[in-house]
């Protein structure tokens, strides 16, 4: 039977760590100590080897050297990612090439990882909406610490992001932003007004509540986006628009402005007004960009 304690006295012996049920590409040495994870029936390890690092799990000895069996709680998840740093989420939407993958069940990141090891492009493994974690009985932590395990396990060293994923309360964000996450996706559907989409001209400009700064930067502007494209507002566009998106802006502005404004958190912002009852026009796209 494999047993991940025999392979202890071997660390750094050429054998073949799979035959003790440990997993090779895990093995790191720091501070002169070594790390695994392993397999023990049924049950993925931390095993920490000559020191404990703060690692809560069960104490034993080999040949008198001290080690713990640690279990992935989320503990000894925050306990991974100060040792090993790649195993912390990190800012990756300014690389050229990032694609969100998702993983809902927290199963899925290792064939996540062997894709993404293979080229070049850069994956957010941790990311999942409130919807979500209800509908999966999962936390933010358990989402943050399957991407932490796998890409330990499988010694990912390339970078990947955390969303919190179409979040809708600051008390939200800041939970996320909290544990580490490195990318809010802020969903503003709810602060979309659109009855004015099909309002009568007569009764949008009855309701319509004026803005004078956007008013002189838009009405009548036409703006080049370059490649022979352009966009122009007129005043009845105009209009329709602010009713729809003023909330929406005015939202997104304060949870910038609360969360990320000054540089607390090293995260991205993104805004999501994807999942609405009427189509986004490229003109709304650029106003609310």
């Known amino acids: 039977m494999k047993n991940y304690k025999n392979f202890i006295p071997l660390v750094g012996a050429k054998v073949d760590p799979v035959a003790y049920g440990v997993y090779p590409l895990s093995i790191n040495t720091v501070d002169g100590g070594t790390v695994f994870m392993a397999e023990d029936a049924g049950e993925t390890l931390i095993v920490a080897v000559g020191k404990d690092w703060d690692f809560n799990g069960v104490e ?6 001290e080690c713990v069996a640690a279990p992935t709680t989320h503990a000894n998840a925050n306990v991974l990612r100060k040792l090993f740093p790649f195993t912390a989420p990190v800012r990756v939407l300014q690389k050229d090439r990032t694609v969100g993958v998702g993983d809902r069940l927290g199963i899925a990141a290792p064939g996540h990882i062997r894709v993404f090891q293979e080229y070049d492009a850069y994956p957010i493994l941790a990311q999942q909406s409130i919807r979500e974690l209800n509908l999966t009985q999962r936390t933010y932590e358990d989402v943050l610490d399957a991407a932490t395990f796998a890409v330990y396990r499988d010694g990912y060293r390339k970078g990947f992001g955390a969303d919190g994923d179409h979040l809708k309360k600051p008390e939200e964000v800041a939970m996320a932003l909290k544990l580490g ?17 099909s309002m009568s001209v007569a009764e949008l400009n009855k309701r319509y509540v004026p803005n004078v700064e956007l008013e002189k930067k838009y009405i009548g502007k036409t703006f080049d986006l370059g490649e022979n ?5 007129d005043e009845q ?3 329709r628009m602010s009713m729809v998106y003023g909330e929406v802006l005015d939202f997104a502005t304060s949870i910038y402005t609360t969360f990320f404004a000054d540089g607390t958190y090293d995260a991205d912002f993104e805004i999501s ?3 609405t009852t009427t189509p986004t026009s490229p003109l709304e796209h650029f106003f609310v960009a």
């Open 60 to 65: 034993f000895d080999v040949d008198g050297v």
């Open 181 to 197: 996450f490195t990318m809010i996706t802020l969903d503003c559907s709810e602060h979309m007004h659109n009855e004015f989409e």
């Open 229 to 233: 494209v352009s966009v122009s507002f």
């Open 237 to 239: 566009s105009f209009k």
């Open 273 to 275: 007004i994807d999942e």
